[in-house]
């Protein structure tokens, strides 16, 4: 089947300890994108990576870093989280890089940093 | 980024047409989305518009887009208990990135 995998789906964490939260697809997609969304605020894009080793910030980057190693894995890195870091979490790729707004999106990752 | 701006909150009886209403700002945005978001799930596609077009239609869903206001709608006809979810309406800008709008919460009342 096809899908974005994310891991773990539900973290409560200690402000400070790194945590990573996964996340793979198996459909060979070049394009893969990181969001968070709070209520109110919508979707924002915390970073994109348009193939592998090739990442770029999006709008909401502060306090996050990502690697791009393989082609189907994208994490997500907190490497000191904080409060304001309390959200839900999207992974989500798309068959296209000119046009990437064929999104396919994992299930949610939330996350509770006390 | 761009800014997509939704109403909030929309409540309907099942069976009536649901309109979700959206305004723009990328004039260049080259694809119009319209995203449906059930609870506890991630964001699934449901339909797109290509910006030199200004109605699409899918079996019950009806795109309108009004490129002189940036204004973008999505219609439901028959809307019926499945369809309670947050809809997101998105803009492409550059060429790899996608502006989303809040979300609009539609309830649909049996």
């Known amino acids: 089947e096809a899908q974005v995998t994310q891991n773990p789906r539900y973290l409560i964490t200690v402000t400070g300890k790194k945590l990573t939260v996964t996340c793979s697809q198996n459909?060979?997609?070049?394009?893969m994108s990181w969001y968070r969304q709070d209520p109110g605020l919508g979707l924002r894009q915390i970073y994109y990576?348009?193939?592998?080793?090739?990442?770029d910030k999006g709008d909401v980057p502060e306090g996050y870093k990502v690697s791009r190693k393989e082609k189907r894995n994208f994490p997500l890195i907190l490497e000191s989280p904080s409060p304001n870091q309390t959200s839900l979490y999207f992974c989500?790729?798309?068959?296209?890089?000119?046009?990437?707004?064929?999104?396919?999106f994992g299930e949610g990752s939330r996350l509770t940093v006390l | 980024g761009e800014d997509v701006e939704q109403s909030l909150f929309l409540s309907v009886r099942e069976g009536d047409s649901s309109v979700i209403n959206c305004t723009y700002t990328?004039?260049?945005?080259?694809?119009l989305y319209w995203y449906k978001q059930e609870p506890g799930a991630g964001l699934q596609l449901l339909t797109y518009?290509?910006?030199?077009?200004d109605m699409k239609q899918d079996q019950r869903l009806t795109v309108l887009l009004n490129k002189k206001d940036k204004h973008l709608s999505l219609r439901i006809a028959d809307t019926q208990t499945g369809d309670s979810a947050i809809y997101f309406c998105?803009?492409?800008?550059?060429?790899?990135?996608?502006?989303f709008g809040k979300g609009n919460q539609v309830v649909v009342i049996p």
């Open positions: 990576s348009m193939n592998v080793e090739v990442t």
């Open positions: 989500a790729s798309s068959p296209q890089v000119a046009n990437t707004g064929e999104l396919f």
């Open positions: 459909m060979n997609h070049e394009y």
């Open positions: 998105a803009e492409s800008y550059g060429n790899n990135r996608l502006a």
């Open positions: 990328d004039s260049s945005s080259t694809y």
């Open positions: 518009i290509f910006s030199n077009m």
